[in-house]
């Protein structure tokens, strides 16, 4: 596809239920970022992949988040428990390899509301 | 830790003229990257403009440009001929050198177009 594709488009569940978030990046980029955007505030870094090195998980909030990629293409973030506080838009980002400060390219995201 | 400072929660700017958002930063590296990004409703982040810090060069996209002043720590984004496609929340953010891949946001600035 010719951008970063996203699914659901919006979630709602129930607290205390466990949810599944779906990112597909732009072909040949090797790394994949997660962020969430919380309502009114700027974006909040929750983890990175890149290649086969091991994940910066450095920005997950509890040890309720949890983030997989397999085969360096597809993504899968999962949260467990869900609490309201997780509530948010849900964005995922790829970008090509390089030295540079390459670029992040977004998907347009995953609303998360929890009940 | 590096943040990201904007301090403009709104603006507005009369259709055709020229507007500026201010964004200050914190680092102590010498060698790293800042970015403008801009989200309109459908919550797609789409990069505005890049500057890398050891370019004295301000760099410009089209009716977009930058002001960076490295030793100020400030990195504010200058639209000309503003159009009403330009309404959105303009963000900016920080990603540090090589190894450091996360970009950290400021809170946004959301811009307002008077036709």
């Known amino acids: 596809g010719a951008g970063v594709s996203q699914s659901p488009s919006n979630k709602v569940t129930e607290k205390g239920k466990d949810v599944e978030l779906r990112c597909d990046p732009i072909?040949?980029?090797?790394?994949l970022y997660w962020y969430r955007q919380s309502l009114g505030q700027g974006l909040e870094f929750l983890i990175y992949?890149?290649?086969?090195?091991?994940?910066?998980k450095s920005g997950l909030p509890s040890d309720r988040f949890s983030a997989e990629r397999t085969g360096g293409s597809v993504s899968t973030l999962t949260i467990q428990r869900t609490q309201q506080e997780d509530s948010a838009v849900y964005l995922c980002?790829?970008?090509?390899?390089?030295?540079?400060?390459?670029?992040?390219?977004f998907g347009d995201g995953t609303r998360l509301s929890i009940l | 830790a590096q943040t990201v400072t904007q301090s403009q929660p709104e603006m507005s700017v009369q259709e055709a003229e020229t507007v500026t958002l201010s964004c200050t930063y914190d680092?102590?590296?010498?060698?790293?990257?800042l970015f403008w990004y801009k989200q309109p409703p459908s919550r797609q982040m789409i990069l505005v403009i890049r500057?890398?810090?050891?370019?004295?060069q301000n760099a410009t996209e089209n009716r977009f440009s930058v002001n960076f002043q490295k030793a100020a720590k400030s990195f504010s984004l200058k639209i000309s001929d503003s159009q009403l496609g330009d309404a959105a929340m303009y963000f900016c953010?920080?990603?540090?050198?090589?190894?450091?891949?996360?970009?950290?946001f400021g809170t946004g600035t959301r811009l307002t177009i008077i036709p």
């Open positions: 980002a790829s970008s090509q390899p390089g030295q540079g400060g390459m670029p992040q390219h």
């Open positions: 072909s040949g980029h090797t790394a």
């Open positions: 992949f890149q290649g086969n090195s091991a994940p910066d």
């Open positions: 680092t102590s590296e010498s060698d790293y990257y």
């Open positions: 500057q890398e810090a050891y370019k004295q």
């Open positions: 953010a920080y990603k540090g050198p090589f190894g450091n891949e996360k970009l950290t």
